[in-house]
């Protein structure tokens, strides 16, 4: 592997730069916007945590049930 010679380097064009691409910048936003609705998902779960369900009955693991919870009655027609 060579390196360039020194005058090759100095007629780069500074417009092909990384920080120059739009391309970047728009993947750099989407990739933060996902982080920061991830966090805002997690807080939001957090204060509004679902009720656990009335099972009664064996389980495994201490915590999951080994049958399904009746089904609550409905009132459609």
Do not use: C, H, N
Not at 59 to 75: C, E, G, I, L, Y
Request: no cysteine; hydrophobic share 45%.
């Amino acid at each position: 592997m060579t390196r360039p010679p020194s005058d090759e380097a100095a007629r780069r064009d500074p417009s092909r730069a990384w920080y120059r691409q739009g391309i970047v910048w728009l993947g750099m936003a989407v990739f933060a916007a996902s982080v920061a609705g991830s966090v805002w998902l997690i807080a939001v779960a957090e204060r509004y945590a679902d009720p656990p369900l009335p099972v009664a009955g064996p389980k495994v693991m201490k915590d999951v049930p080994t049958a399904r919870p009746p089904r609550a009655a409905s009132t459609s027609p």
